[in-house]
């Protein structure tokens, strides 16, 4: 396991790793409920939105997926990074990402809704990372 975060109803967790399986665990029953197909390579990142009706997934194969934490459908495939996403997070409205990865910021305008995401280069940073936001709705 690389990534975990509890979901806000408190009985809910979310674990990523290595097998490239995204797992949903039902802390009463104690058992894995759900797991989450889609991606091809070490899950960098699993996390809930503050309202917990949302879910993040990040991927060294590049892309971040969201789905819907209701009924664990893919609400959208992000695949716009060059290389690794190595972290990703919501921003407090949860209508924003933020999610830093080795290289360039992308080029491809993926976005979360009709608003093109902003790319930035993170000040200070020798090693080539950068971050970017997209907004969703």
Known sequence: ???????????????GGGDHAVRVWDLRQRCC??????HSNLISEAR?????????TA???????????????LLNDLSGH????MAADFAPTASTLLSPSPGKPSTKA?????????RRRTPGSAS??????????
Do not use: C, H
């Not at 409920?33 to 889609?38: F, M, T």
């Not at 060059?82 to 996403?85: A, I, N, P, Q, S």
């Open 48 to 56: 809930f939105d503050s309202s917990g009706e949302a879910l993040l």
């Open 82 to 85: 060059e290389g690794k996403v």
């Open 110 to 118: 993926d976005s979360m809704s009709s608003e093109a995401p902003a």
């Open 128 to 137: 080539g990372i950068a971050t970017r936001t997209s907004k969703w709705t």
């Open 1 to 15: 396991i690389v990534s975990g975060d509890f979901a806000p109803n408190g009985f809910q967790v979310v674990t």
């Open 33 to 38: 409920s759900y797991v989450l197909p889609g």
């Open 59 to 73: 991927s060294f194969d590049g892309r971040i997926k969201l789905w819907g934490a209701r009924d664990w459908r």
